[in-house]
Structure formats: structure tokens, C-alpha cells
């Protein structure tokens, strides 16, 4: 298994990279949030072999976005040196590299102590390439449990306990988004954020993702308080007025700012009447709106 003494930290970004990301931080310095993009986003293009991972920060450019949130699933070979090559080309197009999105890994809540616990060390390796990377945090799933499962809460705080402090060594977060079982229940998602209690492990609010009997609006108001990162989902826009059809954004991006939070929203298109590009392309402008 890669343990994080198996990378040699470089001595910090490129000269280039640096110079990249300071101008981010001066367009963005009167913006109320900073808009991201999920490489989810492209995902049909991905698995029809017509985008590698290497082409995402160019995709990012190409629509005048700077933020990049990552797929351990789109990494060609993740090996020391693809990671510098992966960074030299975000920092080329001016991309950020934010967070990976890890699925995959094992269930972190499961009933088998040595199953939750070998889950909870099969992250290890992504939290040190978000580290390499330059990353904020690795988004992980809450496990399999059923909704409303107190044991499987406290089963799944002991393993992300032990991932949290992992990834405190590199100064990563430990995020979990709602993304089935019981973390698109927002009341048990809320109390595994207060059974493990460490300030690198949050919430990364999605507008979708929660089944029919949750109020989504109220869910994600539940999350802001310990979100670090947040989704904005979008499946479709209304020709005329450029408002998403199935979550209304006035709603859900005031909840958002109303928490106080001013970092990335990152866009996660999955819809099928646009392309993708032009998906995200509708979902930026519709998050314009706002900033």
C-alpha cells in the first residue's frame, strides 16, 4: 500500500503555478464564492475515451473556470510522476487542483471492524496524492448502512476518526457528500459530524442526491455548518430564463450564502439534453448570478 513516505513532497508549486493562483485570488477577491467544476461533469466524454484526466484543466480553461475537483476513478496511473505532469498542466491552463472524489474504497461503515478499518487505510493512498496535488480535501462515502442506523453511525465514526487524523499529518480534509446511504439523510449525517468532532472532517452539501421523502433544501441547510466544500448540481435549464429545472437555485444558493460560506461551489452537471461543455457552460452562468 502507498504510505504517504512513499512520496517526496516537492518544495511547493512552480513559480508559474504560483503566479497562476495569485491572479485567481485577485479576480476572485471581490466575489462572494469561487465557481469549481466537478470532473464528474464529463464523465460521458471520459468513459467514451474522447477526454483523459490530462485533458480535464484545458476543459476547465475552455470555459473560463479555475477550480478542478478530481475522480480517483479518471486517474490513468497515479504514480509521482503522471501527479507532476497532472499539475503542470493545470497550473498551464490556470486550473487549481481542489479535492479528489473517492469511491471504491471499501464501506466505512460496515458491521466487520477489520472490513471498516482496512477502508478507512485504502484512503490513506488518495489522501496522499490530494497532498502532492495541492488538494484541500478527498471526498469520501459514508458507507452502506441504512438511514437511521445509531450503530452504523458509531461504527462508521470510529473508521473516519482514523482517516481524519491520518489526514490531519498533510492538512487534508475528510469530506463526505450526500451520496447514498446514510449520508443523504441529513439528521444522520449530522450526528457522525458530531461523533467524530475533528475540524478536518466536514460535509460537501450536493443539491441533488437525496431521495424523494428529504426536503433538500433543509438538508443542505442542515450540512452548511460543517461543509468544506459544496456541489452544485444541475441536470437541465430552462431555454428562457436560464434557471435550472428540478432545483431552484434562488433557494438553495441563499442557504449557501446565508451559512457564511466563500469558498468553491463546484459544478456537477448530469444531464442529457445539453452536452456536457455546454452543461457547464449554462450551470456557470446560472451561478454568476450570485456572486
Not at 38 to 52: I, L, Q, R, V
Not at 105 to 123: C, F, I, P, T, V
Not at 161 to 179: D, F, K, M, P, T
Not at 258 to 280: P, T
Request: aromatic share 10%.
Amino acid at each position: 500500500m502507498m504510505e504517504r513516505r512513499d512520496f517526496v513532497k516537492t518544495a511547493g508549486l512552480t513559480t508559474l503555478a504560483a503566479a497562476a493562483l495569485s491572479k485567481q485570488a485577485m479576480a476572485a477577491s471581490d466575489k462572494k464564492f469561487r465557481i469549481s467544476v466537478a470532473a464528474w461533469s464529463m464523465h460521458k466524454a471520459f468513459f467514451a475515451g474522447e477526454m483523459s484526466m490530462m485533458q480535464q484543466p484545458e476543459f476547465c480553461a475552455s470555459v473560463g473556470i479555475h477550480g478542478l475537483e478530481l475522480v480517483n476513478r479518471f486517474f490513468e496511473a497515479p504514480q509521482y510522476g503522471y501527479l507532476n505532469r497532472f499539475k503542470k498542466a493545470c497550473a498551464d491552463n490556470d486550473v487549481e487542483i481542489l479535492l479528489i472524489m473517492c469511491d471504491d474504497e471499501g464501506d466505512m461503515a460496515s458491521e466487520d471492524k477489520n472490513l471498516r478499518m482496512q477502508s478507512a487505510k485504502n484512503h490513506h493512498k488518495w489522501v496522499d496524492i490530494a497532498d502532492v496535488l495541492g488538494c484541500h480535501s478527498i471526498r469520501c462515502n459514508s458507507g452502506h448502512a441504512k438511514p437511521g442506523d445509531k450503530e452504523a453511525i458509531k461504527r462508521a465514526a470510529e473508521s473516519f476518526s482514523a482517516l481524519s487524523e491520518y489526514a490531519a499529518q498533510a492538512n487534508i480534509n475528510v469530506i463526505i457528500e450526500n451520496h447514498g446511504g446514510l449520508s443523504s439523510y441529513p439528521d444522520d449525517l449530522v450526528e457522525l459530524m458530531e461523533a467524530v468532532g475533528k475540524p478536518n472532517f466536514g460535509t460537501l452539501p450536493d443539491f441533488g442526491n437525496f431521495p424523494d421523502e428529504v426536503d433538500k433544501y433543509e438538508a443542505v441547510k442542515k450540512m452548511m455548518p460543517y461543509a468544506k466544500a459544496v456541489s452544485a448540481k444541475a441536470y437541465d435549464f430552462d431555454p428562457q430564463t436560464g434557471n435550472e429545472t428540478k432545483i431552484d437555485y434562488d433557494k438553495m444558493m441563499n442557504i449557501v450564502l446565508d451559512a457564511g460560506y466563500d469558498g468553491w461551489v463546484g459544478i456537477e452537471f448530469e444531464g442529457s439534453r445539453l452536452s456536457e461543455k455546454e452543461g457547464v457552460i449554462a450551470c456557470k452562468k446560472l451561478l454568476e448570478r450570485y456572486q
